[in-house]
């Protein structure tokens, strides 16, 4: 049986999975943020001067919804200071001239056999070794496991990769896939629950039948196999394909019982536990029509996505637009100066031919938007009510209930700027709402004076 949701879209998927894993030579200099993760930035823990080594902890912060950064080259610190990062901003960097010796830090050795199956000392490991929600949202891992356990029965891992272009999790089902179950059932254990269910489009007919082949079921795994629509890979998706349960509007997974992570993350953190690796490399899909070829590279986190193009065939063209992630819900950076981070599962640069843009599009009242959301909304009214900035109405319309999956945006023949609307919209809702609370307080704290 093929499990999905309902609605959803089918862009061409452009993928190249044929395309072996390329190893890209790490830059000159390393440019490694602060920021890595969703919730409080780390502060750096090194100095300009000192020599780090492959591995080592270089930020940290205590607060529970963080993740530690670790150097992912060796050499000495020449910097500390703001740099492009590249969901935008100036962030404080760590940056590492790299003396190309690789040299290791052995602060986290493998764990023993025991502290393999103790979900305490798996957590507490994942933490270390700075692992976040590498699909892209960047969560905090251990914290999200820590909050399901007890809550959670389903445990998801998310083998969809639907997000056109981007190869990463089918080439690590097949290149790694002992690794990968191994690590699928570390999280399994460290969740505490009896089985984790696997689900993976079936456009990666190849990785089904080679993980079935490794007998899942022994690392207490079930894979679930999943039709090919956009936005399968959402966590909402992810659930109601495979437990046919529905988060509700403005509800999370574990709100239903489920969690979950995703293949990357599982690789990663057999990586951690396995071979005492922190998060220092992933593999980036480097693509779009500005680019001499595509490549599925493994990349330092740091590296410059100038350099990384040059290391990947250099560009054919000047491309018009960076995008992060994938082409349907990746962010545009603005700096070829900006560094891979965790979370870039692909840097695409795009030109002309993949910008679809048009000057002032106007809404033909096809409803086709409508049609294909996963969430159920109603993008042509969300739009309209964001267009004249009516808080009340686009609260009807439960405007930031959208996950910005840009499946409107795709379905819309008048191309509509519909996804971004509604990401404009959640961030004039979230700014209304510390502006009002700050009113709140201000209000309160005047009434305790008088
Ligand atoms: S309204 Fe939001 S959730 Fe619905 S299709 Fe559009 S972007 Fe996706
Ligand atoms: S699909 Fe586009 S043109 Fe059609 S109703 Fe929705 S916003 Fe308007």
């Excluded at 190249?16 to 943020?33: G, K, R």
């Excluded at 404080?92 to 050795?109: A, G, R």
Aim: charged share 20%.
């Amino acid at each position: 049986m093929i499990h999905t949701f309902k609605r959803g879209v089918h862009p061409d998927y452009m993928k190249a999975p044929e395309i072996p894993i390329s190893v890209v030579t790490p830059p000159p200099q390393v440019i490694i943020p602060m920021a890595q993760h969703i919730g409080a930035p780390d502060k750096p823990i090194v100095a300009v001067g000192d020599y780090v080594k492959m591995g080592q902890k270089i930020g940290e912060n205590p607060a529970p919804v963080s993740a530690p950064v670790h150097a992912s080259v060796s050499g000495k610190v020449v910097a500390i200071e703001p740099r492009p990062h590249p969901l935008g901003d100036m962030i404080m960097s760590v940056v590492i001239e790299n003396d190309y010796k690789d040299t290791p830090c052995e602060d986290l050795p493998p764990l023993t056999a025991e502290q393999l199956k103790d979900p305490d000392a798996i957590l507490t490991r994942i933490r270390e070794a700075g692992v976040v929600g590498m699909g892209g949202a960047m969560f905090p891992t251990a914290f999200k496991i820590r909050g399901g356990i007890g809550k959670v029965d389903k445990l998801i891992i998310n083998g969809a990769e639907c997000e056109p272009y981007l190869n990463g999790d089918h080439l690590t089902m097949l290149n790694f896939p002992e690794q990968l179950l191994k690590g699928i059932e570390l999280v399994r254990i460290a969740s505490g629950v009896d089985k984790a269910y696997y689900g993976i489009e079936v456009n990666k007919k190849d990785a089904i039948e080679l993980l079935n082949s490794l007998h899942p079921e022994n690392y207490g795994i079930e894979i679930v196999p999943e039709k090919v629509k956009y936005p399968q890979g959402a966590e909402k998706m992810q659930v109601k394909a495979v437990t046919g349960r529905e988060v509700k509007p403005g509800g999370i997974p574990s709100g239903v019982g489920a969690n979950v992570v995703s293949t990357r993350t599982c690789y990663a953190i057999y990586q951690a536990c396995y071979e005492g690796k922190p998060v220092i490399e992933r593999i980036v899909t480097v693509a779009g029509s500005a680019m001499n070829k595509t490549s599925n590279a493994l990349t330092r986190v740091g590296t410059p996505l100038g350099y990384l193009a040059e290391q990947c065939g250099g560009f054919a063209v000047t491309p018009r637009k960076i995008v992060l992630g994938g082409p349907m819900m990746g962010i545009c950076a603005t700096s070829f100066e900006a560094p891979t981070i965790k979370g870039t599962s692909g840097v695409l640069f795009f030109t002309e031919k993949e910008d679809k843009t048009v000057e002032n599009p106007s809404c033909i009242r096809c409803g086709k938007c409508i049609t294909v959301c996963p969430m159920n909304l109603m993008p042509v009214f969300m739009y309209m009510y964001y267009s004249k900035g009516d808080y009340e109405m686009m609260e009807k319309y439960h405007i930031t209930d959208c996950f910005e999956c840009g499946s409107c945006a795709f379905n819309c023949p008048a191309r509509m700027p519909l996804t971004h609307a509604f990401k404009t919209a959640k961030l004039m809702f979230q700014a209304k709402a510390v502006k009002e609370k700050a009113a709140a307080e201000a209000a309160a704290a005047k009434e305790a004076k008088a």
